[in-house]
């Protein structure tokens, strides 16, 4: 591909670099203009202008493929260094600034049926720190999101450079409506077993954990947690739940959980850039949250 030379001393664009960088990771211009929730069309309009900028070819297109050139993977280097510093910067920044807000990124069913009923306890005992919530789950690249925290379950495997501390083990069992049950019991015989997306072998490792048979073949399948929970308050089946999720709606009889709960071997974790001890504020939510949990853990322990 021949450059149209517009060399000079002007640095470019942070705008350009940041987009060169996901394109030149993801080696895709669709894959970084979803990462970055632009169109493909202005991912491919930065490139060239970075390009016509620096007056060399950064990527080689053959057959709706994107190849880095040389000079493009030396480039790559740079813009990955220099939009590290960046961040590190950013972090002591906001880390100095009292009232900046707190940002971590949780899996959406934990957010809204155990985490948000639950943050008001959290402000009233530190109303100087302010928690701003974003509700994914998954992989979390801290370099490239504005996010200082992620709770997450051990699922995957995040790096050795991450700092991740335990706060509870995770425990599940089959909930329903109580209309489901007959003399006070659950007969899993026949019952529509309700699965979802991200956790479709729950049901599996229940099984194997309590030891309890299922015959049934009826499923229903649901793409999030929080559906197959709301499915299961509708009388529409069994569906599998964590121990933190349903506390609420056991208390206001919408669920019953007539096996208890079994441990499934994961473990969920509070994930962090940097260390705890650096910032009072993420110590603080992680002491919060462990003792937040616990309390929902013993809850049902003494029920």
Known sequence: MEIKSQMSDRIPSLNAIRIFEVAARHLSL????????VTHGAVSRQIIQLEETLG???FERRNRAIFLTREGAAFKVTCGDVINRLNIGIRHVRKAAPDQ??????????????????????KARFPSINIHLFA????????????DLALRRNDFNWGAEIYAEPIAMERVGPVCAPTLLKAGQLHLDHQCLLQTSSRSNAWQRWQIASGVPIATHLVGHYEHFYLSLEAACAGLGVAISSIYMIQDDIKSGRLVAPFGFQEDGSTYYLLSPVSFDEDHRRRKFLNWLCEELDGTALHFAHD
Not at 30 to 37: G, K, R, T
Not at 101 to 122: D, G, H, Q, Y
Not at 136 to 147: M, P, T
Request: hydrophobic share 50%; proline share 4%; net charge neutral.
């Open 136 to 147: 994914e789950g998954g992989a979390i690249d801290f370099q490239h999101r504005h996010v």
């Open 30 to 37: 669709v894959n970084a203009a979803q990462e970055l929730h």
């Open 56 to 58: 060399v070819a950064l």
């Open 101 to 122: 807000p707190l940002v971590l990124s949780c899996e959406a069913t934990i957010s809204m049926r155990w985490l948000i009923p639950r943050l008001n306890k959290f």
